[in-house]
């Protein structure tokens, strides 16, 4: 099992006297170690795949809190391939670890709400994040935005590529994922009041697989001879429409916007492959993740508005949806996506 920052802890007097802020406020951000008591928190986290460049920034993220809390200490295994069957095998691992707070993306929701379940049962705290499983028994949804703030974002930017016009199609990743799916939902319905002279013409799953996501955006430009825009849904797909309107030699005919990281798209907004990237800050939402985690291990509640961090001072929690929310989606574009290193 991988252990990506082990526990922080300092016996010392000075640090022995602190105690954590609760949910009205958190880390400072500056590695100095807010977090107190001789109680350590353990949170494991489990991502839809690891190895991705998404959830590697994820943990990164989280391993800046584990430093910021001296009671943190930060687990992170997923599965090689997104595979529900093979992330069900490191969430049960876990279990039986009986870590403190165990938080999921899941691959299938359906098939992991047992597991969380069980989870709850050994008395562990549970949570999402990245992707929801709203019908488990899951305490705190860690949201990077909400769907219709992807949505829209996503529809405006190609909508400005395609000129308002035109048929499009989307390649997305996992069938049963839960974020993806509502964002096509919420892309779709906001196209269609607002941008009534496209068409949504084909969507297509291929999973977490640049290489498959590429060949399916080449099908459908294949099958839909007046195509002119394309959507990566997820992280992979993203690289994967760009490239496949790259290698058929139609940039400038075919327009493709994506949620992707922006370091993996920098080579394709530069060259017009890709018009836009529509993503967050992936390493705050994996300090968020840690954090949260952390609040359920002590038994604190979240407030309407919870500081964070001194990056993250007013981060929203809806309450009835037991959901924080990182904040606004941001476009990334050949200007501003070669500042970042994942």
Not at 94 to 100: E, P, S
Not at 191 to 199: A, G, H, I, K, R
Not at 206 to 211: K, L, W
Not at 249 to 259: A, S
């Amino acid at each position: 099992m991988k252990k990506s920052r082990a526990t922080l802890m300092i016996a010392t007097a000075a640090t022995a006297g602190l105690v954590l802020a609760g949910c009205s406020g958190g880390g400072n951000g500056d590695g100095g170690g807010d977090g107190g008591g001789d109680d350590t928190v353990t949170v494991a986290f489990v991502p839809k795949l690891q190895g991705s460049p998404f959830f590697e920034a994820m943990n990164s993220g989280a391993e800046v809190a584990a430093e910021d809390y001296d009671n943190l200490e930060w687990l992170y295994q997923g599965p090689t391939t997104a595979d529900a069957a093979a992330q069900a095998d490191v969430v049960r691992s876990f279990i039986q670890q009986q870590v403190d707070v165990l938080i999921v993306a899941p691959n299938d929701p359906d098939s992991m709400a047992p597991l969380l379940q069980e989870a709850k049962d050994a008395g562990i705290r549970v949570g999402t994040a990245d992707t929801d499983a709203p019908n488990s028994v899951r305490e705190v949804f860690v949201n990077q935005a909400t769907a219709e703030g992807v949505g829209s974002q996503v529809m405006d930017s190609l909508a400005e590529a395609m000129g308002e016009e035109g048929e499009y199609a989307v390649v997305s990743c996992g069938e049963t994922a839960e974020n993806l799916n509502s964002w096509i939902e919420a892309q779709t319905a906001h196209q269609e009041e607002n941008y009534p002279d496209m068409e949504l013409v084909d969507i297509g799953y291929s999973g977490e697989d640049q290489a498959a996501n590429a060949q399916m955006a080449t099908d459908f430009m294949n099958a839909h001879p007046d195509l002119k825009g394309l959507i990566g849904q997820c992280t992979t797909s993203a690289v994967g429409v760009a490239q496949a309107v790259r290698d058929a030699g139609k940039i400038g005919e075919v327009f493709t916007v994506g949620v992707g990281t922006p370091a993996s798209m920098v080579p394709y907004l530069e060259d017009g492959s890709s018009s836009a990237s529509i993503l967050w800050d992936v390493e705050e939402l994996g300090y968020l993740t840690a954090w949260a985690g952390l609040q359920l291990g002590l038994g604190e509640d979240f407030q309407a508005t919870n500081e964070v961090s001194d990056t993250l001072p007013e981060v929203e929690y809806i309450a009835d949806e037991k959901t924080l929310i990182l904040g606004p989606a941001m476009e990334f574009n050949a200007e501003n996506a070669a500042g970042y290193d994942y």
